[in-house]
């Protein structure tokens, strides 16, 4: 359904602005998504634990043509190597096999992934709602970061798995509601391409990012069996195909990983995955119920309108029609992972981003609701229509600045690390760390803490678990950092580092050390 005309009281100069506004509208997003994705892109925001670990992956498979994480012992296959899929992994590997390893072209990548998920959320928001709910989707991601923690402009700078797995989604989105309104209950050819199209977007996220195969199967499910029992607009075809090949991508990315890895080393990698899930994943703890249930709620995000605006979708999406079937499946894939994301999960934010990405759908389309019927009725609602305009206005600009705040003034400080490194530190001599960015930055002969540490490190900090305990120090390296993680996590004894090793440089958060 398309967005509601303007009233026919509306004034020409009105209709005027109006019309130049939307006319003006796309042509200063494309700006905007020039601005905030590329420019200053290796530095901002600086890299970390995670986009390093990450980038390990490609690296280790061009240098070596290793497809594992690596550490001065020698290969690690889990990690990294099943955190985030071959979907972001072996595009990168091509990026440094033609262009060298670098940040930069890892991050390329990303923002390729960012420009799919961009035109592919657009469409769909056009698709369901008219060019102006489009368009205002594309606005809202802009401003999905909050005072605090990160949004879709800081995701779609880093090498992790959120946005490409969104891109994928959104692509998945896009066929299954294309399929539904191809086929009306009738099956056709292009139902059927785009129903297998709809599996692959669905089945490719899966294999993206693991917190995925939580939510999408299960809302796919779902959203088949209301259609069978309430809705009766979409085809078997469309129940069925969609799941059947979501599921079956994701069950052949875990063959390959068994096939490739060999029974050990697969079988070690279930263990960490079950691992990092109860640390992370399913902690059904009240501290991180409570946390991530603020972060849904405060004002700075969408200006406090997300679950608001899941609700009035709930309630628009009791028509029994395509539109209805449509909005449905938003509603179940949303609702579904903030359920999750408060109920078991350790409540980072990071986490809920998928969601409240999609979210900029339901509430483009609730802000238009709300202010043409503010808009078409009496002088206070006008009034508050012009209020309420102001706010939209106040809590998508705020974000946007604090992104554009953070890109314009980059922080180059890992890589000033790196250069200082490469002068003054023997490529030949291993340097114990758990700062796996610097990996990526130079080619010295790093040793890493087990990665199974990870896990307790997020338990201590997290939820009140025991602390780290990890004796890296005593196989006495030559050179030790403590960067920003080391130092969070308190992975390395102070005690030890100030008795036997003397500072040689720092550079922000980076410390370098040397054994006395």
Request: hydrophobic content about 55%; glycine content about 12%.
């Given at each position: 359904m398309l967005t509601r005309k303007a009233p026919a009281a509306i004034s020409p100069h009105t209709r005027s602005f109006l019309h130049i506004l939307v006319r003006l509208w796309p042509l200063v997003l494309l700006l905007a998504t020039c601005l905030v994705l590329f420019l200053n892109l290796p530095y901002a925001p600086r890299t970390w634990f995670d986009e390093g670990s990450h980038l390990h992956v490609p690296k280790t498979l061009?240098?070596?043509?290793?497809?594992?994480?690596?550490?001065?012992?020698?290969?690690?296959?889990?990690?990294?190597?099943?955190?985030?899929?071959?979907?972001?992994?072996?595009?990168?590997?091509?990026?440094?096999?033609?262009?060298?390893?670098?940040?930069?072209?890892?991050?390329?990548?990303?923002?390729?992934?960012?420009?799919?998920?961009?035109?592919?959320?657009?469409?769909?928001?056009?698709?369901?709602?008219?060019?102006?709910?489009?368009?205002?989707?594309?606005?809202?991601?802009?401003?999905?970061?909050?005072?605090?923690?990160?949004?879709?402009?800081?995701?779609?700078?880093?090498?992790?798995?959120?946005?490409?797995?969104?891109?994928?989604?959104?692509l998945g989105l896009l066929a299954w509601?294309?399929?539904?309104?191809?086929?009306?209950?009738?099956?056709?050819?292009?139902?059927?391409?785009?129903?297998?199209?709809?599996?692959?977007?669905?089945?490719?996220?899966?294999?993206?990012?693991?917190?995925?195969?939580?939510?999408?199967?299960?809302?796919?499910?779902?959203?088949?069996?209301?259609?069978?029992?309430y809705y009766r607009v979409g085809t078997w075809q469309l129940r069925i195909v969609p799941v059947?090949?979501?599921?079956?991508?994701?069950?052949?990315?875990?063959?390959?990983?068994?096939?490739?890895?060999?029974?050990?080393?697969?079988l070690e990698n279930m263990q960490q995955t079950r691992q990092a899930a109860g640390g992370a994943i399913f902690v059904f703890d009240m501290g991180a119920?409570?946390?991530a249930g603020k972060y849904l709620l405060q004002p700075d995000l969408y200006g406090g309108l997300l679950i608001p605006a899941l609700l009035y979708a709930a309630w628009r999406a009791r028509r029994r029609?395509?539109?209805?079937?449509?909005?449905?499946?938003?509603?179940?894939?949303?609702?579904?992972?903030?359920?999750?994301?408060?109920?078991?999960?350790?409540?980072?934010?990071?986490?809920?981003?998928?969601?409240?990405?999609?979210?900029?759908?339901?509430?483009?389309?609730?802000?238009?609701?709300?202010?043409?019927?503010?808009?078409?009725?009496?002088?206070?609602?006008?009034?508050?229509?012009?209020?309420?305009?102001?706010?939209a206005a106040l809590f998508m600009l705020v974000p946007f600045a604090l992104s554009t705040n953070a890109i314009v003034h980059p922080d180059d400080t890992a890589h000033r690390f790196a250069a200082y490194l490469d002068d003054h530190v023997p490529q030949d001599t291993v340097v114990e760390t758990w700062e796996p960015e610097l990996g990526v930055l130079t080619d010295h002969r790093y040793h890493y803490p087990p990665i199974e540490l990870l896990d307790t490190a997020v338990r201590h900090q997290w939820l009140g678990g025991p602390p780290l305990v990890y004796d890296g120090l005593q196989d006495a390296p030559v050179?030790?950092?403590?960067?920003?993680?080391?130092?969070?996590?308190?992975?390395?004894?102070?005690?030890?580092?100030?008795?036997?090793?003397?500072?040689?440089?720092?550079?922000?958060?980076?410390?370098?050390?040397?054994?006395?």
């Open positions: 061009v240098q070596h043509g290793v497809y594992a994480d690596i550490s001065s012992e020698g290969f690690r296959y889990y990690g990294p190597t099943v955190g985030v899929g071959p979907t972001v992994m072996l595009p990168i590997a091509l990026m440094f096999n033609l262009f060298d390893v670098g940040i930069t072209q890892g991050r390329l990548v990303i923002v390729l992934y960012a420009l799919v998920a961009l035109a592919s959320l657009y469409a769909l928001g056009q698709k369901l709602h008219g060019h102006v709910a489009g368009l205002l989707v594309l606005t809202l991601l802009f401003a999905s970061r909050t005072f605090n923690y990160e949004g879709f402009i800081e995701y779609s700078r880093q090498v992790l798995g959120e946005t490409p797995g969104l891109a994928f989604l959104s509601v294309a399929a539904l309104h191809a086929g009306k209950n009738l099956v056709t050819r292009r139902s059927w391409l785009l129903s297998v199209l709809a599996g692959l977007g669905f089945g490719l996220a899966l294999v993206t990012k693991n917190q995925f195969v939580l939510i999408i199967p299960v809302a796919l499910v779902a959203v088949g069996v209301l259609d069978w029992l059947l090949i979501a599921c079956g991508c994701f069950g052949l990315w875990v063959l390959a990983q068994f096939q490739f890895l060999g029974p050990g080393s697969f119920t409570l946390r029609d395509a539109q209805g079937l449509s909005e449905a499946l938003l509603v179940i894939i949303i609702g579904l992972w903030l359920t999750w994301f408060v109920g078991a999960s350790l409540g980072w934010p990071r986490y809920a981003f998928p969601a409240v990405a999609l979210g900029a759908l339901l509430i483009a389309r609730a802000l238009i609701d709300l202010l043409t019927w503010l808009r078409n009725g009496t002088t206070v609602q006008r009034a508050l229509a012009v209020l309420g305009t102001g706010y050179y030790v950092v403590v960067g920003s993680f080391g130092g969070y996590t308190g992975i390395y004894d102070t005690v030890i580092l100030e008795q036997k090793y003397m500072e040689e440089h720092s550079i922000g958060s980076y410390v370098l050390f040397r054994r006395r």
